[in-house]
T-cell receptor
Framework: GENVEQHPSTLSVQEGDSAVIKCTYSDSASNYFPWYKQELGKRPQLIIDIRSNVGEKKDQRIAVTLNKTAKHFSLHITETQPEDSAVYFCAASKTGNQFYFGTGTSLTVIP | DVKVTQSSRYLVKRTGEKVFLECVQDMDHENMFWYRQDPGLGLRLIYFSYDVKMKEKGDIPEGYSVSREKKERFSLILESASTNQTSMYLC???????????FGPGTRLLVL
Protein backbone atom coordinates (compact mmCIF):
# COMPACT_ATOMS: atom_id res chain seq x y z
CA GLY A 1 0.00 0.00 0.00
CA GLU A 2 0.86 3.68 0.04
CA ASN A 3 3.31 5.13 2.55
CA VAL A 4 3.15 8.84 3.36
CA GLU A 5 5.91 10.48 5.35
CA GLN A 6 5.51 13.96 6.80
CA HIS A 7 8.13 16.37 8.16
CA PRO A 8 8.71 18.08 10.46
CA SER A 9 6.68 16.67 13.31
CA THR A 10 6.77 20.01 15.14
CA LEU A 11 7.33 23.50 13.80
CA SER A 12 7.49 26.84 15.59
CA VAL A 13 7.51 30.13 13.69
CA GLN A 14 7.22 33.77 14.58
CA GLU A 15 4.00 35.47 13.64
CA GLY A 16 4.30 36.86 10.13
CA ASP A 17 6.91 34.33 9.01
CA SER A 18 6.27 31.52 6.56
CA ALA A 19 5.82 27.84 7.42
CA VAL A 20 6.51 24.89 5.15
CA ILE A 21 5.46 21.29 5.75
CA LYS A 22 6.66 18.53 3.46
CA CYS A 23 5.27 15.11 2.60
CA THR A 24 6.53 12.29 0.45
CA TYR A 25 4.53 9.39 -0.92
CA SER A 26 5.53 6.01 -2.31
CA ASP A 27 2.78 4.99 -4.75
CA SER A 28 3.21 6.72 -8.11
CA ALA A 29 -0.46 5.98 -8.85
CA SER A 30 -1.59 8.39 -6.13
CA ASN A 31 -3.21 11.37 -7.78
CA TYR A 32 -5.02 13.34 -5.10
CA PHE A 33 -3.32 15.09 -2.18
CA PRO A 34 -5.40 16.89 0.45
CA TRP A 35 -4.25 18.77 3.52
CA TYR A 36 -6.24 18.81 6.73
CA LYS A 37 -5.99 21.18 9.67
CA GLN A 38 -6.92 20.04 13.16
CA GLU A 39 -7.20 22.69 15.82
CA LEU A 40 -6.87 21.64 19.42
CA GLY A 41 -9.89 19.62 20.50
CA LYS A 42 -11.57 19.88 17.11
CA ARG A 43 -12.10 17.65 14.12
CA PRO A 44 -9.76 17.68 11.08
CA GLN A 45 -10.97 19.90 8.26
CA LEU A 46 -9.84 20.12 4.67
CA ILE A 47 -7.95 23.34 3.95
CA ILE A 48 -6.56 22.76 0.48
CA ASP A 49 -6.02 19.94 -1.97
CA ILE A 50 -4.21 19.31 -5.23
CA ARG A 51 -4.59 16.79 -8.02
CA SER A 52 -1.74 15.29 -9.97
CA ASN A 53 -2.45 17.24 -13.13
CA VAL A 54 -1.59 20.48 -11.34
CA GLY A 55 1.79 21.59 -9.98
CA GLU A 56 0.65 24.31 -7.62
CA LYS A 57 -2.52 25.60 -6.07
CA LYS A 58 -3.01 28.68 -3.95
CA ASP A 59 -5.78 29.91 -1.69
CA GLN A 60 -5.04 33.23 -0.01
CA ARG A 61 -2.18 32.61 2.43
CA ILE A 62 -1.89 28.89 1.86
CA ALA A 63 -0.47 27.07 -1.13
CA VAL A 64 0.36 23.51 -2.02
CA THR A 65 3.01 22.37 -4.49
CA LEU A 66 3.36 18.94 -6.04
CA ASN A 67 6.39 17.31 -7.61
CA LYS A 68 5.17 14.09 -9.20
CA THR A 69 8.61 13.03 -10.36
CA ALA A 70 10.07 13.23 -6.89
CA LYS A 71 6.81 12.11 -5.29
CA HIS A 72 6.60 14.89 -2.78
CA PHE A 73 4.21 17.69 -2.02
CA SER A 74 4.37 20.62 0.36
CA LEU A 75 2.10 22.99 2.23
CA HIS A 76 3.17 26.62 2.40
CA ILE A 77 1.61 29.11 4.79
CA THR A 78 2.67 32.73 4.40
CA GLU A 79 2.23 35.59 6.87
CA THR A 80 1.41 33.18 9.64
CA GLN A 81 -1.04 34.19 12.33
CA PRO A 82 -1.70 32.72 15.80
CA GLU A 83 -4.90 31.11 14.50
CA ASP A 84 -2.77 29.04 12.14
CA SER A 85 -1.52 27.11 15.18
CA ALA A 86 -2.82 23.56 14.75
CA VAL A 87 -1.84 20.08 13.66
CA TYR A 88 -1.65 19.68 9.91
CA PHE A 89 -2.02 16.35 8.14
CA CYS A 90 -1.16 15.55 4.56
CA ALA A 91 -2.74 12.61 2.75
CA ALA A 92 -2.52 10.76 -0.54
CA SER A 93 -5.08 8.79 -2.51
CA LYS A 94 -5.27 7.11 -5.89
CA THR A 95 -8.97 6.43 -5.91
CA GLY A 96 -10.42 9.39 -4.05
CA ASN A 97 -11.92 6.83 -1.70
CA GLN A 98 -9.20 5.44 0.52
CA PHE A 99 -6.63 7.83 1.98
CA TYR A 100 -3.23 7.41 3.56
CA PHE A 101 -2.34 10.09 6.06
CA GLY A 102 0.97 11.46 7.22
CA THR A 103 1.81 11.50 10.90
CA GLY A 104 1.01 15.17 11.35
CA THR A 105 2.88 18.42 11.99
CA SER A 106 2.16 20.47 15.07
CA LEU A 107 2.55 24.12 14.06
CA THR A 108 2.91 26.80 16.71
CA VAL A 109 2.83 30.44 15.67
CA ILE A 110 4.46 32.61 18.31
CA PRO A 111 2.90 36.09 18.64
CA ASP B 1 -23.51 21.76 5.55
CA VAL B 2 -22.26 18.23 6.15
CA LYS B 3 -22.77 16.94 9.62
CA VAL B 4 -21.03 13.90 11.01
CA THR B 5 -21.82 13.00 14.59
CA GLN B 6 -20.42 10.39 16.92
CA SER B 7 -22.34 8.81 19.76
CA SER B 8 -19.93 9.76 22.55
CA ARG B 9 -17.16 12.32 23.05
CA TYR B 10 -15.61 10.44 25.96
CA LEU B 11 -15.91 6.82 26.95
CA VAL B 12 -14.36 4.78 29.77
CA LYS B 13 -14.52 0.99 29.55
CA ARG B 14 -12.99 -1.97 31.31
CA THR B 15 -10.70 -4.52 29.70
CA GLY B 16 -12.72 -7.29 28.08
CA GLU B 17 -15.88 -5.23 27.61
CA LYS B 18 -17.60 -5.05 24.25
CA VAL B 19 -17.60 -1.47 23.02
CA PHE B 20 -19.78 0.14 20.37
CA LEU B 21 -18.88 3.43 18.74
CA GLU B 22 -21.49 4.86 16.44
CA CYS B 23 -21.20 7.39 13.64
CA VAL B 24 -24.03 9.07 11.76
CA GLN B 25 -23.83 11.35 8.72
CA ASP B 26 -26.65 13.33 7.21
CA MET B 27 -25.36 13.98 3.69
CA ASP B 28 -26.21 10.69 1.99
CA HIS B 29 -22.52 9.86 1.57
CA GLU B 30 -21.69 6.43 0.25
CA ASN B 31 -18.27 6.23 1.88
CA MET B 32 -17.71 6.04 5.62
CA PHE B 33 -14.49 5.51 7.53
CA TRP B 34 -13.18 4.76 10.99
CA TYR B 35 -9.76 6.06 11.94
CA ARG B 36 -7.70 5.84 15.04
CA GLN B 37 -5.61 8.87 16.01
CA ASP B 38 -2.57 8.49 18.26
CA PRO B 39 0.18 11.04 18.97
CA GLY B 40 3.03 10.69 16.51
CA LEU B 41 1.18 8.13 14.43
CA GLY B 42 -1.32 10.35 12.65
CA LEU B 43 -4.59 8.97 11.39
CA ARG B 44 -4.65 5.24 10.77
CA LEU B 45 -7.53 3.62 8.91
CA ILE B 46 -9.27 0.81 10.75
CA TYR B 47 -12.15 0.01 8.37
CA PHE B 48 -14.08 1.70 5.64
CA SER B 49 -17.34 1.07 3.83
CA TYR B 50 -18.37 1.91 0.27
CA ASP B 51 -22.01 1.08 0.73
CA VAL B 52 -24.54 -0.53 3.01
CA LYS B 53 -23.34 -3.93 4.23
CA MET B 54 -20.02 -3.41 2.43
CA LYS B 55 -16.79 -3.16 4.40
CA GLU B 56 -13.09 -3.20 3.69
CA LYS B 57 -10.20 -3.62 6.10
CA GLY B 58 -7.88 -0.71 6.52
CA ASP B 59 -4.36 -0.73 7.90
CA ILE B 60 -5.12 -1.79 11.49
CA PRO B 61 -8.33 -3.90 11.59
CA GLU B 62 -7.16 -6.36 14.24
CA GLY B 63 -9.36 -6.31 17.32
CA TYR B 64 -12.11 -4.34 15.57
CA SER B 65 -15.19 -5.06 13.51
CA VAL B 66 -17.73 -2.80 11.84
CA SER B 67 -21.36 -2.76 10.88
CA ARG B 68 -23.20 -0.74 8.28
CA GLU B 69 -26.85 -1.68 8.16
CA LYS B 70 -28.04 1.74 7.02
CA LYS B 71 -26.36 4.20 4.69
CA GLU B 72 -26.13 6.98 7.26
CA ARG B 73 -24.77 4.88 10.10
CA PHE B 74 -21.40 3.17 10.55
CA SER B 75 -20.56 1.41 13.78
CA LEU B 76 -17.17 0.38 15.11
CA ILE B 77 -17.13 -2.55 17.50
CA LEU B 78 -14.39 -3.57 19.88
CA GLU B 79 -15.28 -7.17 20.65
CA SER B 80 -13.12 -7.36 23.76
CA ALA B 81 -11.55 -4.04 24.66
CA SER B 82 -7.88 -3.98 25.58
CA THR B 83 -5.75 -1.23 27.08
CA ASN B 84 -3.85 -0.77 23.82
CA GLN B 85 -7.11 0.32 22.22
CA THR B 86 -7.14 3.45 24.36
CA SER B 87 -7.16 6.16 21.72
CA MET B 88 -9.07 8.85 19.88
CA TYR B 89 -11.46 7.40 17.30
CA LEU B 90 -12.55 9.51 14.36
CA CYS B 91 -15.31 8.74 11.93
CA UNK B 92 -15.48 10.33 8.49
CA UNK B 93 -17.69 10.26 5.41
CA UNK B 94 -17.31 11.27 1.78
CA UNK B 95 -18.86 10.98 -1.62
CA UNK B 96 -17.33 8.23 -3.80
CA UNK B 97 -14.16 9.27 -5.60
CA UNK B 98 -14.67 12.89 -4.57
CA UNK B 99 -11.93 13.17 -2.04
CA UNK B 100 -13.06 15.49 0.69
CA UNK B 101 -13.59 13.64 3.92
CA UNK B 102 -15.83 15.14 6.57
CA PHE B 103 -14.88 14.15 10.06
CA GLY B 104 -16.89 13.67 13.20
CA PRO B 105 -15.82 15.26 16.50
CA GLY B 106 -14.09 12.12 17.70
CA THR B 107 -14.55 9.73 20.61
CA ARG B 108 -11.81 9.57 23.19
CA LEU B 109 -11.84 6.02 24.54
CA LEU B 110 -10.05 5.01 27.70
CA VAL B 111 -9.79 1.29 28.42
CA LEU B 112 -8.85 0.49 32.01
Amino acid sequence: GENVEQHPSTLSVQEGDSAVIKCTYSDSASNYFPWYKQELGKRPQLIIDIRSNVGEKKDQRIAVTLNKTAKHFSLHITETQPEDSAVYFCAASKTGNQFYFGTGTSLTVIP
Amino acid sequence: DVKVTQSSRYLVKRTGEKVFLECVQDMDHENMFWYRQDPGLGLRLIYFSYDVKMKEKGDIPEGYSVSREKKERFSLILESASTNQTSMYLCASSLPSRGTQYFGPGTRLLVL
